[in-house]
């Protein structure tokens, strides 16, 4: 890989994993005004509408095989059906805190997945910064729980030991789901442009959301969101179902999945971040400390390296 389209790559990752949870912090009043169904519905209908022109097959590609048509499927039956519904409901379920422990394990169950089906060979450091992302991760969503404990236990209050257990389980369904997609999305990027991945996706997406978000919009009283709430609607979509999912193609087209899932220590820094500068919350030093953690595991990724993760042949 060239210097300079390994940085690129790089950049791609971390640009979509901050988006992601950018998005994810700024969807608190979307999810508050529409019914989750609803919600993810209309998201795949506007990325939908901006991706026409991206399902295209371009001249240099080659027609697309049943694997190939598979595998995009399973794609979004796993990183968009999936995920979503097992994430809300598991968080639903359990503790904030359970939930952002469970979600720290992503850079690890994507580097075993990529390790099991894709043959990746896993140096030393890519394992050191996995360990480093886990641990932030795992650090900042504790940190979150001891200045919150009292908003915590009114929260969890009222779950009995079994609904947190189903929850936790849930949570790491979403978990498995999440590194399969960055798996998946690796395969794909061998033989489909990633505009086109994201595009045809999220038709997929909109097909498996569509009977429950006509149910949802038959019941719902449109004329009561705000012009507001409908641009933040648009943000979320586009950047939800268009510019994440190619960023994170793009990366993943010279990128091993493995060194891939570190980038993820990105979402939760990203919507820690808006919470400060745009949600007015504030951030502690144990926060900061899991943020230096979390981002020495993408130092330790990134830096040039003979032999530090490469496909198996």
Same mark, same amino acid.
């Given at each position: 890989?060239?210097?300079?389209?390994?940085?690129?790559?790089?950049?791609?990752?971390?640009?979509?994993?901050?988006?992601?949870? /950018?998005?994810?912090?700024?969807?608190?009043?979307?999810?508050?005004?529409?019914?989750? =169904?609803?919600?993810?519905?209309?998201?795949?209908?506007?990325?939908?509408?901006?991706?026409?022109?991206?399902? %295209?097959?371009?001249?240099?590609?080659?027609?697309?095989?049943?694997?190939?048509?598979?595998?995009?499927?399973?794609?979004?039956?796993?990183?968009? =059906?999936?995920?979503?519904?097992?994430?809300?409901?598991?968080?639903?379920? &359990? &503790?904030?805190? *359970?939930?952002?422990?469970?979600? /720290?394990?992503?850079?690890?169950?994507?580097?075993?997945? *990529?390790?099991?089906?894709?043959?990746?060979?896993?140096?030393?450091?890519?394992?050191?910064?996995?360990?480093?992302?886990?641990? $932030?991760?795992? #650090?900042?969503?504790?940190? %979150?729980?001891?200045?919150?404990?009292?908003? /915590?236990?009114?929260? $969890? $209050?009222?779950?009995?030991?079994?609904?947190?257990?189903?929850?936790?389980?849930? #949570?790491?369904?979403?978990?498995?789901?999440?590194?399969?997609?960055?798996?998946?999305? %690796? %395969?794909?990027?061998?033989?489909?442009?990633?505009?086109?991945?994201?595009?045809?996706?999220?038709?997929?997406?909109?097909?498996?959301?569509?009977?429950?978000?006509?149910?949802?919009?038959?019941?719902?009283? =449109?004329?009561?969101?705000?012009?507001?709430?409908?641009?933040?609607?648009? =943000?979320?979509?586009?950047?939800?179902?268009?510019?994440?999912?190619?960023?994170?193609?793009?990366?993943?087209?010279?990128?091993?999945? !493995?060194?891939?899932?570190?980038?993820?220590?990105?979402?939760?820094?990203? !919507?820690?971040?808006?919470?400060?500068?745009?949600?007015?919350?504030?951030?502690?030093?144990?926060?900061?400390?899991?943020?230096?953690?979390?981002?020495?595991?993408?130092?330790?990724? &990134?830096?040039?390296?003979?032999?530090?993760? &490469?496909?198996?042949?």
């Amino acid at each position: 890989m060239q210097p300079n389209s390994r940085w690129l790559a790089y950049g791609s990752l971390a640009l979509s994993m901050a988006l992601v949870g /950018s998005y994810v912090a700024l969807s608190k009043p979307l999810v508050a005004a529409l019914s989750v =169904f609803l919600l993810a519905w209309l998201r795949f209908g506007i990325g939908g509408v901006a991706m026409l022109g991206w399902l %295209k097959r371009a001249p240099h590609e080659a027609p697309m095989d049943s694997t190939t048509k598979r595998l995009l499927f399973l794609e979004s039956l796993v990183g968009n =059906f999936l995920f979503s519904i097992a994430m809300l409901f598991g968080v639903s379920m &359990t &503790t904030a805190v *359970s939930a952002g422990v469970i979600m /720290s394990t992503i850079p690890a169950v994507v580097a075993l997945m *990529s390790w099991a089906f894709l043959k990746e060979r896993i140096g030393l450091r890519v394992w050191a910064a996995i360990v480093c992302g886990v641990l $932030g991760i795992t #650090v900042l969503a504790l940190s %979150k729980g001891e200045l919150n404990s009292e908003q /915590s236990r009114r929260l $969890g $209050g009222d779950l009995t030991n079994n609904t947190m257990l189903w929850g936790n389980i849930l #949570v790491f369904v979403a978990v498995v789901c999440e590194a399969a997609y960055a798996v998946i999305g %690796k %395969k794909l990027t061998g033989s489909v442009s990633p505009k086109r991945i994201a595009a045809l996706i999220n038709v997929w997406g909109l097909v498996l959301m569509t009977p429950m978000g006509l149910y949802a919009a038959w019941h719902f009283e =449109f004329s009561a969101v705000t012009p507001s709430l409908w641009l933040l609607l648009v =943000f979320y979509a586009l950047a939800a179902s268009v510019w994440t999912v190619w960023l994170w193609m793009t990366g993943l087209q010279t990128v091993p999945a !493995a060194r891939a899932g570190v980038f993820t220590v990105m979402l939760p820094i990203s !919507a820690a971040l808006v919470g400060v500068f745009v949600l007015g919350e504030t951030l502690s030093g144990m926060q900061l400390v899991a943020f230096g953690i979390a981002l020495l595991g993408v130092v330790l990724a &990134t830096l040039p390296s003979g032999r530090t993760v &490469t496909p198996a042949p």
